[in-house]
């Protein structure tokens, strides 16, 4: 074959031809077997770092297993320990009261228990209420300060229609002035009765508008402002007095919720007392 084609290339005249039967020569195709073995070389590249980061994770995983463990230890531990205070406590208590006990003392435990679950429930009421009555003072603290905002947009409206009145009369004035000078002149006159009949018409609108906006927005403000100056604050002196009082309910309420727990610790220890007193006799 390497004869056929030297051959070949020998009856090739000129170099254009030659270059041109050397691009018809098939050329030699790539190795396919080293392509898939550059492949496979870079995916166990890959999956050698992948295995060692997992490895990392792995280590770190046990690391942290080893510490969840041991602090599941300690909590056992104390739990223990917990236990352990419980039950010399109790066995404290019940040898200090004694072997004897009284129905009617058992009596006067559950009637005073009721007594104060009752009074906890009226405080928790009240203090409900004050509570309601401070978000209450909150939003009219709110309600007064959107009500300042609007007035002074009420009043800088005044000012600007009033700005355009006074414009108005003064160029109504000049147009006075302006006939009086032109009096003489017919052809004029009508001219300038025709532009006063305009800007006086536009005064009376503009006047109207103020009125207007007086009655529907200004007044309502007004008396509204007037009742949050004087009505309001009255109530909010009230209401912060009822505040202080549910300061005190609040501590008050502290001191039975200690109580109360303390009397449930009495009478359960007693019912327990009871209870083993009756199982001996039986």
Not at 132 to 159: P, V
Not at 197 to 207: F, G, P, R
């Amino acid at each position: 074959m390497d004869l056929l084609l030297k051959r070949k290339f020998d009856q090739v005249e000129d170099e254009d031809e030659w270059e041109r039967e050397v691009e018809r020569f098939p050329k030699r195709q790539r190795n396919p077997y080293a392509t898939q073995i550059n492949i496979l070389d870079k995916q166990y590249t890959d999956l050698t770092e992948i295995y060692n980061d997992l490895q990392k994770q792995l280590h770190g995983l046990e690391n942290e297993l080893a510490e969840l463990q041991q602090e599941e230890e300690t909590t056992d531990e104390n739990i223990d320990k917990l236990k352990q205070q419980h039950d010399d406590i109790l066995n404290t208590i019940m040898e200090s009261i004694g072997e004897e006990t009284d129905s009617q003392e058992e009596e006067d435990y559950f009637k005073n228990d009721e007594e104060l679950s009752l009074t906890i429930n009226h405080v928790l009421k009240d203090w409900q209420t004050v509570l309601e009555k401070e978000a209450t003072i909150d939003d009219i603290d709110l309600e007064l300060d959107n009500l300042g905002h609007s007035f002074q947009a009420n009043e800088f409206d005044i000012i600007d229609l009033n700005a355009q009145i006074e414009g108005y009369k003064s160029r109504i004035q000049c147009l006075y002035d302006d006939r009086e000078i032109m009096t003489g002149l017919p052809q004029g006159l009508s001219m300038l009765e025709s532009d006063i009949k305009e800007y006086q018409d536009e005064i009376d609108s503009a006047n109207k508008m103020l009125e207007k906006f007086e009655k529907d927005t200004i007044r309502p403000c007004l008396i509204r402002l007037n009742e949050l100056n004087i009505n309001i604050p009255l109530e909010q002196l009230q209401q912060r007095k009822d505040i202080a009082t549910m300061k005190d309910l609040l501590h008050d309420l502290d001191m039975i919720y200690s109580l109360s727990l303390k009397q449930r610790a009495y009478q359960q220890l007693t019912s327990y007392l009871y209870d083993d007193e009756l199982e001996d006799d039986a």
